[in-house]
């Protein structure tokens, strides 16, 4: 298969060593696919998008998918995220999403995020998935000056957070001017998540096929023929669901319209109530930075201390452990009192961009049959979640009711071959326009000291 990272980074016979592997408990193995197989609908990829359409399909419109994954369910960026379940899933901002498809385009894509958020909520409710959900609410802290001048102008006052307050609410950490708080999103346990959802899916009669990597997609008689090593399935339709770990040829429509990112996580060893109040971080809410290249942290309820930083070009084992410590060093920085505080696990997995940098999540033109719902731009706990639930809906025949947004066909990157070159020269740039990552805000231009 054609994809554009090391082999290690789709290597399924290993679960990274993450805190949630540690913590998840097991779900049964499911079984390889072996033999010659038929199916209404198949479904590539067993993360939050390919369990949800699943269920949806299942519970909806009375249809089984099969579900083949190349590991287990979650083995993927679902099984190994920083659990944030919030809006996201594109890199445009409102003003670009309302060229791209007006107003009423716009308020599809918010009412999606919405609904994305209610629809995690309501899938651990209804199920019955305990995954560790955590405190409402998502803090955007202002990592420069401008970062928070911008922040007072465009927030709500009520959602402003000053330094002080930040401190009050044991959400400070010195490196941040001030922070917004926004209502919606939880955190919760990614894996816990993932697994029960491939449970629920179980138990609704959906079969999911673990080990079974597919290799190959071809039109057969009305349908489609998925291989696999040891074995096929013949669906009238299939769906895509392989996101960050998706390959150029599976299928070719694909090549050079999505760009694979690595995201890195470390997790420290359990902080005394002494060291939270030492840093000054007590509270659960789920929070990130301002930058470009943005950090994303949070206190998990077993006392420690999750930070996460995308970058990194290279899923090789050397380079990989280059960019952990570029995340420890950061992590040192932004959270000085913790400096002493070991690592207990560290881990990385593929989020995934598309060419027009909006997820996308309906069917492949000119493949009758053939759908495809990815692209959440390293946000998709919830809009990936969604997402699955919309394309099911019209996999099972009704007018698509994903957004417009995401049923435009994503562009190719520009020479697609080039597409690390492309995110390198992209994250030189965004990090000079970050600037460097410091303990404390640098005093303002021009300003005297007090
Ligand atoms: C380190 C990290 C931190 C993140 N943090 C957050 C966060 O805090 N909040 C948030 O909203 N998002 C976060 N994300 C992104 C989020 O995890 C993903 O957007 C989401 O999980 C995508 O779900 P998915 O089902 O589309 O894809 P995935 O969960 O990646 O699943 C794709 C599956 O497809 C399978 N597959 C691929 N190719 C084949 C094939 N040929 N045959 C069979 N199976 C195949 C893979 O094995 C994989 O299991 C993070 C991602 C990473 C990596």
Known sequence: MQRLYEAQAYDTGQWPDSHWARTAPPLLPCPPLTGHEKAEVAIIG???AGLNAALELAERFDTRAMVLDAGQPGWGASGRNGGFACAGGTKLNDAAIARRCGADGLAAFH??????????????????IDADRGPEGELLLAHSARAWARMQR???????????????????????????LQPQGFPLHPLKYARGLAQAALNAGVRICGDSPVTGLARAGHGWRLTTPQGQLDARRVLVATNGYSADDLPPWLRGRYMPALSCIMVTRPLSTQEQAAQGWT????????????HYFRLLPCGRFLFGMRGGLSADPVRLRV???????HFERLFPAWAHVETESRWSGLVCLTGSLAPFCAEVPGAPGLFAALGWHGNGVAPASEGGRRIAAAMAGQPNPAPALMQMVPRRFPLPRLRRLWLR???????????????????AQGGRKA
């Open 46 to 48: 067993a993360g939050y």
């Open 111 to 128: 009412d999606f995020q919405n609904a994305a958020i209610a629809r995690v909520a309501d899938n651990l409710h209804r199920y019955g």
């Open 283 to 294: 509270g659960q809410v789920m929070a990130y930075d301002s930058r470009h290249l943005l």
């Open 425 to 443: 020269l992209a994250y030189a740039g965004l990090a000079l326009r970050d600037g460097p990552v410091r303990a404390a805000p640098a005093p």
């Open 154 to 180: 465009e927030a709500p006052a009520a959602q402003l957070r000053d330094r002080d307050a930040l401190r009050r609410e044991g959400l400070f950490a010195p490196g941040f001017h001030g922070g917004v």
């Open 323 to 329: 960019l952990e410590a570029e995340a420890r060093r």
